[in-house]
């Protein structure tokens, strides 16, 4: 038995990437501040 994968990783300039309007795939991007409290770390948006 054998397993395998391959996967491809492409890097881009932030202020290069547009949204296409044909496009399925949506995203969005959030900006977070990783804070430790007391109850350990949580993770809060930056507006």
């Not at 890097?11 to 350990?40: C, H, S, W, Y």
């Amino acid at each position: 038995m054998a397993w395998g994968a391959v996967y491809w990783q492409y890097f881009e300039d932030l202020d290069k990437i547009t949204g296409a309007t044909d496009n399925p795939i949506k995203m969005q991007r959030d900006v977070m501040l990783l804070e430790d409290t007391e109850n350990g770390p949580v993770m809060k948006p930056l507006g």
